[in-house]
């Protein structure tokens, strides 16, 4: 009864205020909070073949291999797989724009079920035993008004009935990565992370949750705690993976 008051009442507001298209910022946007077009360019993406490894696209006749790809780094990263929705191109990109910095809205809701579906086809691989966000610096947040990949691990957790981790925290406000390059990425997150309590990770595989990947540093940072911790496993679930768009480019032409 909730439920079908709940959907008459966005019904009758999306009458007088129809919600705007997360993808391409303009009306006409479904249920899912995407316009049809911006619907099928996801969907797009999101059928683009990736390293299990390091997440990026892989080529035409490239074959999936659990070894990792061409493109992987020569040492390879400490967490299992990446599973990801897709390259981090629009309208996924714009989505997750608006989902740092104005929340709110259907597509993010929308994106965490597509990538909760992502990573429940990895079965019988899938035997997680909790999902965890990598966190956010207290004074990011503050500054910020929210955890967004808080959020994700939350939806995720909730999608696949598993447990919401939370000892997994950011003990050092390090710069933002998006400028520095991959080895100072790497130098930039060394050591910015901890463990509140060890009681849980012991044996455990992690479905660590993010929302994008570039070069895993931070990602690798993270797992690289969880397993001195004592986790058994870490696979990293994010909704893009950021790389060169002629990764991708050229199959969504095709």
Same mark, same amino acid.
């Given at each position: 009864?909730?439920?079908?008051?709940?959907?008459?009442?966005?019904?009758?507001?999306?009458?007088?205020?129809?919600?705007?298209?997360?993808?391409?910022?303009?009306?006409?946007?479904?249920?899912?909070?995407?316009?049809?077009?911006?619907?099928?360019?996801?969907?797009?993406?999101?059928?683009?073949?990736?390293?299990?490894?390091?997440?990026?696209?892989?080529?035409?006749?490239?074959?999936?291999?659990?070894?990792?790809?061409?493109?992987?780094?020569?040492?390879?990263?400490?967490?299992?797989?990446?599973?990801?929705?897709?390259?981090?191109?629009?309208?996924?990109?714009?989505?997750?724009?608006?989902?740092?910095?104005?929340?709110? *809205?259907?597509?993010?809701?929308?994106?965490? &079920?597509? @990538?909760?579906? =992502?990573? $429940?086809? %990895?079965?019988?691989? #899938?035997?997680?035993?909790?999902?965890?966000?990598?966190?956010?610096?207290?004074?990011?947040?503050?500054?910020?008004?929210?955890?967004?990949?808080?959020?994700?691990?939350?939806?995720?957790?909730?999608?696949?009935?598993?447990?919401?981790?939370?000892?997994?925290?950011?003990?050092?406000?390090?710069?933002?990565?998006?400028?520095?390059?991959?080895?100072?990425?790497?130098?930039?997150?060394?050591?910015?992370?901890?463990?509140?309590?060890?009681?849980?990770?012991?044996?455990?595989?992690?479905?660590?949750?993010?929302?994008?990947?570039?070069? *895993?540093?931070?990602?690798?940072?993270?797992? &690289?705690? @969880?397993?001195? =911790?004592? $986790?058994? %496993?870490?696979?990293? #679930?994010?909704?893009?993976?950021?790389?060169?768009?002629?990764?991708?480019?050229?199959?969504?032409?095709?």
């Amino acid at each position: 009864m909730l439920a079908t008051l709940g959907y008459i009442a966005r019904s009758a507001v999306n009458l007088i205020w129809p919600e705007t298209c997360t993808g391409c910022n303009t009306n006409g946007a479904t249920a899912a909070g995407f316009c049809q077009d911006c619907g099928r360019r996801l969907l797009a993406l999101t059928v683009l073949e990736h390293c299990p490894r390091c997440g990026g696209t892989l080529g035409p006749g490239l074959t999936v291999s659990d070894d990792g790809c061409y493109g992987c780094p020569d040492v390879m990263p400490r967490f299992r797989q990446v599973v990801r929705l897709g390259p981090y191109a629009d309208p996924l990109s714009n989505a997750i724009r608006q989902m740092k910095y104005h929340r709110g *809205g259907q597509a993010p809701r929308h994106l965490c &079920r597509m @990538l909760a579906r =992502a990573v $429940a086809s %990895r079965r019988p691989e #899938a035997d997680f035993d909790l999902v965890m966000p990598v966190p956010m610096h207290w004074l990011r947040r503050l500054a910020r008004g929210c955890n967004h990949s808080g959020g994700i691990a939350s939806a995720m957790a909730s999608e696949l009935d598993l447990p919401l981790g939370q000892e997994l925290i950011r003990v050092r406000n390090t710069p933002p990565q998006v400028h520095l390059s991959a080895s100072r990425r790497a130098a930039n997150v060394r050591g910015a992370f901890g463990v509140s309590r060890r009681r849980g990770l012991a044996g455990a595989h992690v479905l660590l949750v993010d929302d994008v990947v570039t070069t *895993g540093a931070t990602a690798n940072e993270a797992t &690289r705690t @969880l397993l001195a =911790a004592g $986790a058994r %496993r870490v696979t990293v #679930a994010v909704l893009a993976k950021s790389e060169p768009p002629t990764a991708y480019s050229h199959r969504l032409q095709a």
